[in-house]
């Protein structure tokens, strides 16, 4: 079998493939970065690759001219190609002046009309890129059997070639640059590609190492690999990023602040809701980590790799921030469960946290005086009356209802009523202390529970209450009000031996007892006089 049939059909099965790809790549209805740019570049390796093809199996000279000549309707642009992919995967957003590329298709533009205006032996301007060939059949294995067509490279080849050589390293420039911007995959897909390049710069040194061209040329099937290399980078490596505009708006314009971390939760990006709530500028900081970021040690990450969702606070100014902290682990999913990386999505729950503590103070708090309510006080006390019963502390139970209030009511009316319980609040608080419960039990009747504490304390305390308060001025419109109230306590001195509902009767009780002895006074009782 002829070893030109052998190399013919590897090509075109090459150039098919590629063919294949290139009308996939130009009828995708997605609108994707950089798409347009690689069908091109595979396009014209597959007319390389399919051209040169024809140009081996001919065997008379004027069609292998003739397949030379379409060749190069592809050959003399792929350097610059792959120059404007490096440029896209450099900056994707980034529109290329229409002046600049022009130049920068000048000298293929020139390399390929000059390879049309070939005639041997013809003018000086058909000669400028090959200055003649010839047509000799090797007698040696294995290019035995076929015409082989040699070219004399003429002084514009050269010229290609020294642009090439700029390009590549160019290209070379911009693959370097991505590979350290890009982090993950893109990391990965940016080596590679940068790798791929120097193949480029052994195909240039080859061809400039003779002046004549070979017989047999390797070149379509090595930039055939670089087209191969580039649907590799495109799927497997997302190159260009190759996923939606809209997705790339969605990471920048969200109203969270997301920060892509890596293995190690350094910060490797965030987007502009995160620089402008953290007050950071258009450049991530360097070694800024997720624990730097919340404030917080390492044990974070071992909280959030087990929840993969935890609530911080973070504080600006003095205001502290509420975020719900979502952490993505970022999987290759062609690697299977390869740990590349974290996203970690910060969600603002400030306002619901606020608007979740204002319910559960209306539903723990008095909305008129400021204090626990009898529901509240009820899971309040029996927890605080547990644990004194469990570490033997004393207990000390308070009842008092103000003297007739009712005609406070009738007299000045239901304002005034609110004014006096509202300020007789106010008052008590200053007297209790932070371990006091002290609770409103219904309309003018009060409650204070207090554990591990003196008897002594407790009635210089509710003396205290009951003096305060008959002695201090309530003003309502300019009138003044008299107030008084009637204490009645219960409780243990020392080892809680009773329920805590019978605390509360015996408290009421001896309410009941000082109202009837003249009010405004204090009742104990009996075990605790």
């Known amino acids: 079998m002829r070893f030109d049939f052998i190399y013919a059909v590897l090509l075109f099965v090459i150039a098919s493939f590629l063919l294949v790809g290139a009308i996939y790549l130009f009828s995708?209805?997605?609108?994707?970065?950089?798409?347009?740019?690689?069908?091109?570049?595979?396009?014209?390796?597959?007319?390389?690759?399919?051209?040169?093809?024809?140009?081996?199996?001919?065997?008379?000279?004027?069609?292998?001219?003739?397949?030379?000549?379409?060749?190069?309707?592809?050959?003399?642009?792929?350097?610059?190609?792959?120059?404007?992919?490096?440029?896209?995967?450099?900056?994707?957003?980034?529109?290329?002046k229409w002046y600049f590329v022009l130049l920068l298709l000048l000298i293929p533009f020139v390399t390929m009309i000059s390879n049309f205006l070939y005639v041997k032996d013809g003018e000086w301007y058909q000669t400028l890129y090959y200055s003649t060939h010839w047509i000799y059949n090797p007698q040696m294995l294995p290019l035995q059997g076929f015409n082989i067509i040699i070219y004399a490279k003429g002084p514009l080849y050269y010229v290609h070639m020294a642009y090439n050589f700029v390009i590549l390293g160019l290209s070379t420039l911009n693959f370097y640059l991505s590979f350290k911007r890009s982090v993950f995959l893109a990391k990965t897909r940016s080596l590679i590609l940068l790798m791929v390049t120097f193949i480029g710069f052994l195909l240039i040194g080859l061809s400039v190492s003779s002046g004549e061209s070979s017989p047999i040329d390797t070149t379509p099937i090595l930039t055939s690999f670089f087209a191969f290399v580039l649907f590799f980078a495109l799927f497997h490596y997302e190159l260009f990023d190759l996923v939606p505009k809209a997705y790339q708006l969605i990471f920048q314009q969200a109203h969270n602040p997301i920060f892509i971390l890596d293995e190690r939760f350094t910060v490797v990006n965030m987007n502009e809701k995160a620089f402008d709530f953290f007050n950071y500028k258009e450049i991530v900081p360097p070694n800024l980590t997720l624990a730097d970021l919340c404030k917080s040690g390492d044990a974070l990450y071992d909280e959030l790799k087990s929840n993969t969702q935890k609530e911080i606070s973070y504080y600006d100014n003095g205001t502290e921030y509420t975020f719900s902290v979502e952490l993505l682990t970022l999987h290759n999913k062609y690697m299977g469960k390869i740990n590349n990386g974290y996203c970690a999505v910060f969600v603002d729950i400030t306002h619901q946290k606020d608007e979740l503590r204002k319910v559960e103070r209306l539903a723990s708090f008095d909305s008129l005086t400021d204090i626990y309510n009898r529901r509240h006080f009820y899971q309040m006390a029996t927890a605080a009356f547990d644990l004194a019963k469990i570490e033997g502390h004393s207990l000390y139970m308070t009842m008092f209802d103000l003297d007739d209030f009712k005609i406070v009511n009738d007299i000045y009316g239901h304002q005034a009523g609110d004014y006096v319980l509202s300020e007789m609040a106010l008052l008590f608080k200053k007297y209790l202390g932070a371990n006091d419960i002290f609770a409103r039990y219904g309309g003018e009747e009060f409650i204070i529970m207090r554990t591990n504490v003196t008897l002594a304390k407790t009635k210089e305390l509710i003396r205290q209450l009951c003096e305060s308060l008959s002695k201090h001025p309530f003003v309502f419109g300019e009138r003044k009000i008299k107030i008084t109230a009637s204490f009645g306590v219960s409780g243990s001195i020392k080892q809680i031996d009773k329920s805590f509902e019978t605390y509360i009767k015996e408290a009421d009780d001896m309410l009941y007892c000082a109202k009837g002895n003249g009010k405004n006074q204090v009742f104990f009782t009996s075990n605790l006089r």
Do not use: C
Request: hydrophobic fraction near 55%; glycine fraction near 4%.
């Open 28 to 96: 995708r209805r997605e609108r994707l970065s950089g798409l347009i740019l690689t069908g091109i570049f595979v396009l014209a390796n597959a007319i390389f690759a399919a051209f040169y093809a024809g140009f081996i199996l001919n065997d008379y000279e004027n069609l292998k001219l003739l397949m030379n000549h379409v060749q190069h309707l592809a050959v003399p642009y792929l350097t610059v190609l792959w120059f404007f992919i490096s440029l896209k995967l450099l900056d994707r957003e980034k529109r290329l």
